[in-house]
C-alpha cells in the first residue's frame, strides 16, 4: 500500500441496480443483491497498487443499495490545467501521455479495463504526475450489469463501445451478456486526451449527447481516418501541425475506428515518441509480502543526503504512513462517511414509493412515478479532511512513529501477566476493554506501527510478535499477526498455485450446498466473489490433505481467515492449513468418532473438574456435550458465533495449546450456569438451539484462568498431535500451565492411551505421576518464595488422598498424603463417614485433590463419589500408586497418621 504523502481522501457514491422482489435465480433463491456482488468485485481493486492510479481505500453500502466509495484523491486533474493553461509544449504532452500509459498498462495487465477515461479522471498531484481515478468502476459493477447507468463519457467512447448498444443482462445468472469493452475502448479515449491536450481545449464539449453521438456515426461510416476527419477544421489542422510526425502518428494509431487496427497500450509505451521518457522512468516495484520467498530486503535503498534533510525538518511523519493506514485512523477519529454526504447536501433519500409505474390515459397525460435521476451517476466527489484525525495525533511525539525494538529484549522473560514493553505510555489504556482499545485512535496508532516493525522483521521477531498479540491484536494487522502465530512460512502462494482447484471432485456439490449458508449475513462473505474464493480453498485443503474427507463445519472454519485475507487466497489457505493439525488433528478423518468421542470425554471431565454441580445437573437430566458441543469443537466455535465475536476469541486460541478449545467450552457453560441450573433437559435444547448472548472478553479471560488452574495432563488425549518442543526464545513467559502436556518427552511417569469406554465411565480427569511430582516442587516452590518467614504448610497447592487400605497405606505412601479408605469412606446414605482425614479434605476444597490408590477402580469409583458430593478440582493418579515403586518417592508415614 503507498504511503499517504501529499494525497488526501475523497468519497463518491452511486447506486447499484435494484432486483425485483420476486425475482429468483435458478437455485431458488432470491438473487444476491447488486450492491454485495459490488463489494465483493471491488476488493481485488484494493490490491492494485501503481504510482499512476488513485488507491481505492474502502466501499460500504447503504440503504436504498447507495454505494459509498473511498479513494485517494487530489484536488487538480488534467480538465483545470486544460481550462487554465490552454495548450501546452509538446515535451509536456509526451510527458503526461507516457504516464496515463503506465497506468493503463498497469490496469491492462491485471485484467481491468478503465472505460470511464476522460480528463475529468486524470488527476495530477503537487508535483503534477498523472493519477488515472474511477478506473475500477467498469470493473466493479460486473462491467455495467449492476447498475441503471451506462459506465463512461460518450464522448469517449470508443465506436466499438457505441455500437454494442445499452448493457444487456442474463436474468438467470445477472451477468452482462454483451460483448464487454477491451483494452482497447482505453487507447481511443487515450487518443482523445492526447489530442486535447495538443489543441487546448475539449472536444465536442460545448456538443450535447446526441450531437456528440451523431458525430462517432459519421465517423464510423466514413472511410477517411478519424485524425483526418478532425483536421478538416482548420484550427485542428494547424495545431496538428504543429507537432512531431512521432506524436501525429500515436495519435492515428490511437483513433482507429477498427479495434483490431487500434494499437494496445503497451504497444504505445514502446512507441519512439516516448524514447527519452522511459530512459527516465523509475520501474514500479510490487509490494513484496510477508510470507514468500523471495529476499524482501532486495528493494530497500539508504535515503539520499536531500531526503535526510527533508525529513529530518519535516513535521509531517504521518504522510509517511500508509494510505490504508490512516484512512483506518480516520475513522477512529470520527470519520462518518455518511454525515461527510449530509453535509455536503448529497445524502440522497428516496421517496417512500419509488416503482410506481408510469402510465397514460386518452389525452395523453402522463401519471405516475418519473425516472429517480439519483440512480444515475454522479462524478462528485467530496474531499474527506484529515484536520481531525491531525488534532487528535498532535502530541504523538515523532519517535513514537519510528519506535525502537531491541529494547524489548531486555525485558524480564517471567513476568507474570502479558504487556507491551514497547508502550508503557499506554499502560492506562491497555486496562481497558477490548471493544475500547479497538477504537482509541491513540492507542491503535501505536499498536499498529509496532506491529508493522515487527512483522516486517517476521520471522526474525515471531516471539516478539507472540508477546505483543498476549496484549492484543489490531483489527488492521489481524490477518498477517495470525499468520505469524501459526507459524506460516515459505512460498505460501507458489503452494497454492501448484494445486489444481478447477477440476471437478466428488465434493464439489456438497461444498457448494454449503458455503451459501455459511456467515451469509456478512456482506463481503456473501458476495459471488467470496462463494468462488470459499470453493477454490476449501478445495485446496481437501487436495491437500489426502488423507482426509470434507465434513460439514470445514467452511466455517475456513471463514474467519478468508474474511481477514480475502484478497490473499494463498495465505487463506496456508492459515487453514496450519489451524487444523494444531486443533483439529484427525478430526476429518472418514471415520472421526473414536476422535470426537474422546475430545467430548475430556470434556466432561474438565466440567467436574471445575464446576461439579453442574456436571451433576447436567447427567441427571441427560444433557451431555454430544448434544451440543460437537459444533463447537468441529469448528472451534466459528459455526456459532458471529465473525466479529470470533476474531476476538482466536486472537486469544490461537495463542494456546490444542486443549485451550476445552476451557473455552467450560467457560460459555459457566456464563450460562444460573439458567442451566433451573433448567431441564428440553430447556436446554432449546437454549443451545439458538446459542444465547455470549460476552466473548469474559469468556477469554475465564478460558485462561481454566486453562491456568488445570493440570496439563488433565487434558491428554491419544489423538492429539504431538507438538514440536518449544524453548523460551519461542514462547517468552510460559509458565507450567500453559505449557502443552504433548510438548514434554514422554516416560513411564507419562500419560497413557486410555480405551474410550473406560474415559467415559469416569467422571473425573486423570493427572499423571510426573504431573503430580511437577505440582508439587511448584508447591515448594512457592513456600520457598514466599516474602514472609510465616510457614505456608496451611495452604498448599494439592491434596493428595490415598484410598487404599489402612495396612497398605502404612506400608508406604507419597509425603503429605492422607488416608480414607474407600471401603469405609462412604456411609449407606452416600455421604462421606466423619473423620479426622474427612475434615482435613472439607478444609481444603478449593485445593486440587488428587485421589491415590491401586490399579483397580476403588480410586475412579472414590474420585466419582466426591464429584457428585460437590468437590471440585478432584482428579485421580493414572496408574496408580505403583508408578512411584522405582521413583523412591514412596516413603512409610509416620505412626501418629
Given at each position: 500500500m503507498p504511503a499517504l504523502g501529499t494525497a488526501g481522501f475523497g468519497i463518491r457514491t452511486f447506486y447499484a441496480a435494484t432486483h425485483p422482489n420476486d425475482k429468483c435465480g435458478a437455485n431458488g433463491l432470491p438473487l444476491t443483491p447488486n450492491s454485495v456482488k459490488i463489494l465483493g468485485r471491488f476488493q481485488f481493486l484494493k490490491t492494485l497498487s501503481h504510482p499512476r492510479l488513485c488507491q481505492y481505500l474502502d466501499i460500504s453500502k447503504t440503504k436504498h443499495e447507495c454505494m459509498l466509495v473511498v479513494s485517494e484523491h487530489h484536488s487538480s486533474s488534467l480538465k483545470e490545467l486544460i481550462k487554465k493553461e490552454g495548450s501546452i509544449g509538446e515535451s509536456e504532452i509526451v510527458r503526461v501521455g507516457y504516464q496515463l500509459l503506465e497506468g493503463l498498462c498497469y490496469l491492462h495487465n491485471n485484467g481491468v479495463v478503465h472505460r470511464n477515461l476522460s480528463v475529468e479522471h486524470v488527476l495530477l498531484d503537487v508535483e503534477k504526475n498523472v493519477k488515472l481515478s474511477e478506473h475500477g468502476l467498469y470493473y466493479m459493477t460486473d462491467y455495467g450489469a449492476d447498475v441503471s447507468f451506462p459506465i463512461g463519457l460518450p464522448r469517449y467512447m470508443a465506436p466499438e463501445v457505441l455500437c454494442s448498444g445499452p448493457v444487456r443482462v442474463d436474468e438467470e445468472t445477472g451477468h452482462c451478456v454483451q460483448p464487454l469493452s477491451g483494452p482497447k475502448s482505453d487507447v481511443w479515449a487515450f487518443g482523445l486526451i492526447l489530442l486535447q491536450l495538443v489543441l487546448g481545449k475539449e472536444i465536442w464539449a460545448r456538443l450535447g449527447i446526441k450531437e456528440t453521438l451523431h458525430k462517432i456515426v459519421e465517423m464510423i461510416k466514413s472511410d477517411m481516418s478519424p485524425i483526418d476527419i478532425f483536421q478538416q477544421d482548420a484550427t485542428v489542422a494547424s495545431k496538428l501541425q504543429g507537432t512531431s510526425r512521432e506524436l501525429r502518428d500515436v495519435l492515428r494509431l490511437c483513433l482507429t475506428v477498427s479495434a483490431a487496427k487500434r494499437a494496445k497500450s503497451s504497444e504505445l509505451k514502446q512507441h519512439p515518441l516516448f524514447r527519452d521518457e522511459r530512459m527516465k522512468a523509475v520501474p514500479h516495484k510490487e509490494e513484496v509480502r510477508m510470507c514468500t520467498t523471495e529476499l524482501r530486503c532486495k528493494d530497500l535503498e539508504l535515503p539520499t543526503y536531500e531526503e535526510t534533510i527533508e525529513n529530518e525538518f519535516s513535521d509531517d511523519h504521518l504522510s509517511r504512513r500508509s494510505m490504508s493506514e490512516v484512512f483506518y485512523l480516520w475513522r477512529l477519529a470520527g470519520g462518518d462517511l455518511e454525515a461527510v454526504l449530509r453535509k455536503a447536501g448529497l445524502a440522497k433519500t428516496r421517496r417512500p414509493v419509488h416503482l410506481l409505474p408510469c402510465y397514460g390515459i386518452v389525452d395523453g397525460e402522463v401519471f405516475g412515478q418519473d425516472r429517480d435521476f439519483a440512480e444515475l451517476l454522479d462524478f462528485t466527489v467530496v474531499p474527506l479532511s484529515q484536520e481531525q484525525l491531525r488534532y487528535r495525533l498532535r502530541d504523538v511525539p515523532a519517535t513514537a512513529y519510528y519506535p525502537l525494538l531491541e529494547e524489548e529484549s531486555k525485558v524480564v522473560e517471567t513476568q507474570s501477566l502479558p504487556t507491551s514493553p514497547s508502550s508503557g505510555e499506554l499502560t492506562s489504556s491497555a486496562s481497558l476493554p477490548l471493544v475500547i482499545r479497538e477504537k482509541d485512535v491513540e492507542y491503535q496508532f501505536h499498536r499498529i506501527i509496532l506491529y508493522e516493525r515487527l512483522l516486517a522483521a517476521y520471522p526474525f521477531k515471531r516471539p516478539c510478535i507472540w508477546r505483543e498479540a498476549r496484549?492484543?491484536?489490531?483489527?488492521?494487522?489481524?490477518?498477517?499477526?495470525?499468520?505469524?502465530?501459526?507459524?506460516?512460512?515459505?512460498?505460501?502462494?507458489?503452494?497454492?498455485?501448484?494445486?489444481?482447484?478447477?477440476?471437478?471432485?466428488?465434493?464439489?456439490?456438497?461444498?457448494?450446498?454449503?458455503?451459501?449458508?455459511?456467515?451469509?449475513?456478512?456482506?463481503?462473505?456473501?458476495?459471488?466473489?467470496?462463494?468462488?474464493?470459499?470453493?477454490?480453498?476449501?478445495?485446496?485443503?481437501?487436495?491437500?490433505?489426502?488423507?482426509?474427507?470434507?465434513?460439514?463445519?470445514?467452511?466455517?472454519?475456513?471463514?474467519?481467515?478468508?474474511?481477514?485475507?480475502?484478497?490473499?487466497?494463498?495465505?487463506?489457505?496456508?492459515?487453514?492449513?496450519?489451524?487444523?493439525?494444531?486443533?483439529?488433528?484427525?478430526?476429518?478423518?472418514?471415520?472421526?468418532?473414536?476422535?470426537?468421542?474422546?475430545?467430548?470425554?475430556?470434556?466432561?471431565?474438565?466440567?467436574?473438574?471445575?464446576?461439579?454441580?453442574?456436571?451433576?445437573?447436567?447427567?441427571?437430566?441427560?444433557?451431555?456435550?454430544?448434544?451440543?458441543?460437537?459444533?463447537?469443537?468441529?469448528?472451534?466455535?466459528?459455526?456459532?458465533?458471529?465473525?466479529?465475536?470470533?476474531?476476538?476469541?482466536?486472537?486469544?486460541?490461537?495463542?494456546?495449546?490444542?486443549?485451550?478449545?476445552?476451557?473455552?467450552?467450560?467457560?460459555?457453560?459457566?456464563?450460562?450456569?444460573?439458567?442451566?441450573?433451573?433448567?431441564?433437559?428440553?430447556?436446554?435444547?432449546?437454549?443451545?438451539?439458538?446459542?444465547?448472548?455470549?460476552?466473548?472478553?469474559?469468556?477469554?479471560?475465564?478460558?485462561?484462568?481454566?486453562?491456568?488452574?488445570?493440570?496439563?495432563?488433565?487434558?491428554?488425549?491419544?489423538?492429539?498431535?504431538?507438538?514440536?518442543?518449544?524453548?523460551?526464545?519461542?514462547?517468552?513467559?510460559?509458565?507450567?500451565?500453559?505449557?502443552?502436556?504433548?510438548?514434554?518427552?514422554?516416560?513411564?511417569?507419562?500419560?497413557?492411551?486410555?480405551?474410550?469406554?473406560?474415559?467415559?465411565?469416569?467422571?473425573?480427569?486423570?493427572?499423571?505421576?510426573?504431573?503430580?511430582?511437577?505440582?508439587?516442587?511448584?508447591?515448594?516452590?512457592?513456600?520457598?518464595?514466599?516474602?514472609?518467614?510465616?510457614?505456608?504448610?496451611?495452604?498448599?497447592?494439592?491434596?493428595?488422598?490415598?484410598?487404599?487400605?489402612?495396612?497398605?497405606?502404612?506400608?508406604?505412601?507419597?509425603?503429605?498424603?492422607?488416608?480414607?479408605?474407600?471401603?469405609?469412606?462412604?456411609?449407606?446414605?452416600?455421604?462421606?463417614?466423619?473423620?479426622?482425614?474427612?475434615?482435613?479434605?472439607?478444609?481444603?476444597?478449593?485445593?486440587?485433590?488428587?485421589?491415590?490408590?491401586?490399579?483397580?477402580?476403588?480410586?475412579?469409583?472414590?474420585?466419582?463419589?466426591?464429584?457428585?458430593?460437590?468437590?471440585?478440582?478432584?482428579?485421580?493418579?493414572?496408574?496408580?500408586?505403583?508408578?512411584?515403586?522405582?521413583?523412591?518417592?514412596?516413603?512409610?508415614?509416620?505412626?501418629?497418621?
Amino acid at each position: 500500500m503507498p504511503a499517504l504523502g501529499t494525497a488526501g481522501f475523497g468519497i463518491r457514491t452511486f447506486y447499484a441496480a435494484t432486483h425485483p422482489n420476486d425475482k429468483c435465480g435458478a437455485n431458488g433463491l432470491p438473487l444476491t443483491p447488486n450492491s454485495v456482488k459490488i463489494l465483493g468485485r471491488f476488493q481485488f481493486l484494493k490490491t492494485l497498487s501503481h504510482p499512476r492510479l488513485c488507491q481505492y481505500l474502502d466501499i460500504s453500502k447503504t440503504k436504498h443499495e447507495c454505494m459509498l466509495v473511498v479513494s485517494e484523491h487530489h484536488s487538480s486533474s488534467l480538465k483545470e490545467l486544460i481550462k487554465k493553461e490552454g495548450s501546452i509544449g509538446e515535451s509536456e504532452i509526451v510527458r503526461v501521455g507516457y504516464q496515463l500509459l503506465e497506468g493503463l498498462c498497469y490496469l491492462h495487465n491485471n485484467g481491468v479495463v478503465h472505460r470511464n477515461l476522460s480528463v475529468e479522471h486524470v488527476l495530477l498531484d503537487v508535483e503534477k504526475n498523472v493519477k488515472l481515478s474511477e478506473h475500477g468502476l467498469y470493473y466493479m459493477t460486473d462491467y455495467g450489469a449492476d447498475v441503471s447507468f451506462p459506465i463512461g463519457l460518450p464522448r469517449y467512447m470508443a465506436p466499438e463501445v457505441l455500437c454494442s448498444g445499452p448493457v444487456r443482462v442474463d436474468e438467470e445468472t445477472g451477468h452482462c451478456v454483451q460483448p464487454l469493452s477491451g483494452p482497447k475502448s482505453d487507447v481511443w479515449a487515450f487518443g482523445l486526451i492526447l489530442l486535447q491536450l495538443v489543441l487546448g481545449k475539449e472536444i465536442w464539449a460545448r456538443l450535447g449527447i446526441k450531437e456528440t453521438l451523431h458525430k462517432i456515426v459519421e465517423m464510423i461510416k466514413s472511410d477517411m481516418s478519424p485524425i483526418d476527419i478532425f483536421q478538416q477544421d482548420a484550427t485542428v489542422a494547424s495545431k496538428l501541425q504543429g507537432t512531431s510526425r512521432e506524436l501525429r502518428d500515436v495519435l492515428r494509431l490511437c483513433l482507429t475506428v477498427s479495434a483490431a487496427k487500434r494499437a494496445k497500450s503497451s504497444e504505445l509505451k514502446q512507441h519512439p515518441l516516448f524514447r527519452d521518457e522511459r530512459m527516465k522512468a523509475v520501474p514500479h516495484k510490487e509490494e513484496v509480502r510477508m510470507c514468500t520467498t523471495e529476499l524482501r530486503c532486495k528493494d530497500l535503498e539508504l535515503p539520499t543526503y536531500e531526503e535526510t534533510i527533508e525529513n529530518e525538518f519535516s513535521d509531517d511523519h504521518l504522510s509517511r504512513r500508509s494510505m490504508s493506514e490512516v484512512f483506518y485512523l480516520w475513522r477512529l477519529a470520527g470519520g462518518d462517511l455518511e454525515a461527510v454526504l449530509r453535509k455536503a447536501g448529497l445524502a440522497k433519500t428516496r421517496r417512500p414509493v419509488h416503482l410506481l409505474p408510469c402510465y397514460g390515459i386518452v389525452d395523453g397525460e402522463v401519471f405516475g412515478q418519473d425516472r429517480d435521476f439519483a440512480e444515475l451517476l454522479d462524478f462528485t466527489v467530496v474531499p474527506l479532511s484529515q484536520e481531525q484525525l491531525r488534532y487528535r495525533l498532535r502530541d504523538v511525539p515523532a519517535t513514537a512513529y519510528y519506535p525502537l525494538l531491541e529494547e524489548e529484549s531486555k525485558v524480564v522473560e517471567t513476568q507474570s501477566l502479558p504487556t507491551s514493553p514497547s508502550s508503557g505510555e499506554l499502560t492506562s489504556s491497555a486496562s481497558l476493554p477490548l471493544v475500547i482499545r479497538e477504537k482509541d485512535v491513540e492507542y491503535q496508532f501505536h499498536r499498529i506501527i509496532l506491529y508493522e516493525r515487527l512483522l516486517a522483521a517476521y520471522p526474525f521477531k515471531r516471539p516478539c510478535i507472540w508477546r505483543e498479540a498476549r496484549v492484543d491484536i489490531p483489527p488492521l494487522v489481524r490477518a498477517n499477526v495470525w499468520a505469524a502465530i501459526l507459524e506460516v512460512e515459505g512460498d505460501v502462494e507458489g503452494m497454492y498455485d501448484s494445486i489444481d482447484k478447477e477440476t471437478p471432485t466428488t465434493t464439489d456439490r456438497q461444498i457448494e450446498v454449503d458455503i451459501p449458508r455459511c456467515h451469509q449475513y456478512h456482506e463481503l462473505l456473501s458476495s459471488p466473489s467470496a462463494h468462488a474464493k470459499f470453493k477454490r480453498v476449501l478445495k485446496a485443503w481437501v487436495l491437500s490433505n489426502q488423507q482426509y474427507v470434507y465434513w460439514q463445519g470445514l467452511d466455517s472454519l475456513c471463514a474467519p481467515f478468508l474474511a481477514l485475507s480475502f484478497n490473499n487466497e494463498a495465505l487463506a489457505f496456508a492459515c487453514l492449513s496450519a489451524f487444523i493439525p494444531k486443533y483439529l488433528h484427525k478430526f476429518f478423518l472418514r471415520d472421526n468418532s473414536a476422535v470426537i468421542q474422546e475430545y467430548l470425554a475430556v470434556f466432561s471431565h474438565l466440567i467436574a473438574f471445575h464446576d461439579p454441580e453442574l456436571s451433576n445437573h447436567l447427567d441427571g437430566i441427560g444433557f451431555i456435550p454430544d448434544l451440543y458441543a460437537i459444533p463447537w469443537f468441529l469448528t472451534m466455535y466459528a459455526h456459532v458465533f458471529p465473525l466479529h465475536k470470533i476474531v476476538h476469541l482466536w486472537d486469544t486460541l490461537l495463542l494456546g495449546n490444542s486443549s485451550f478449545p476445552l476451557c473455552i467450552g467450560v467457560s460459555i457453560l459457566q456464563q450460562l450456569r444460573d439458567r442451566l441450573l433451573s433448567f431441564g433437559f428440553n430447556e436446554c435444547i432449546l437454549l443451545f438451539s439458538d446459542m444465547p448472548e455470549i460476552d466473548i472478553e469474559r469468556c477469554v479471560q475465564d478460558s485462561i484462568k481454566i486453562f491456568c488452574s488445570t493440570p496439563k495432563s488433565a487434558t491428554y488425549r491419544q489423538h492429539a498431535r504431538p507438538n514440536k518442543k518449544k524453548t523460551s526464545e519461542d514462547r517468552p513467559n510460559l509458565s507450567y500451565y500453559s505449557r502443552d502436556y504433548h510438548d514434554q518427552p514422554q516416560s513411564e511417569l507419562s500419560m497413557e492411551p486410555i480405551p474410550i469406554d473406560e474415559l467415559k465411565g469416569e467422571k473425573c480427569c486423570r493427572i499423571s505421576a510426573e504431573d503430580l511430582i511437577e505440582l508439587g516442587e511448584l508447591a515448594g516452590a512457592a513456600y520457598s518464595r514466599s516474602p514472609t518467614k510465616k510457614r505456608q504448610t496451611s495452604k498448599p497447592m494439592i491434596l493428595i488422598v490415598d484410598v487404599r487400605s489402612p495396612e497398605d497405606f502404612r506400608r508406604g505412601t507419597l509425603q503429605d498424603s492422607i488416608n480414607i479408605p474407600f471401603q469405609t469412606a462412604f456411609s449407606p446414605e452416600g455421604d462421606l463417614n466423619p473423620c479426622s482425614a474427612v475434615q482435613t479434605l472439607n478444609s481444603r476444597r478449593n485445593q486440587v485433590i488428587i485421589v491415590v490408590g491401586n490399579r483397580g477402580r476403588n480410586a475412579a469409583n472414590f474420585a466419582n463419589e466426591l464429584v457428585r458430593l460437590g468437590y471440585s478440582r478432584v482428579c485421580v493418579l493414572h496408574k496408580g500408586l505403583d508408578v512411584f515403586r522405582t521413583t523412591g518417592l514412596i516413603t512409610v508415614p509416620p505412626a501418629d497418621i
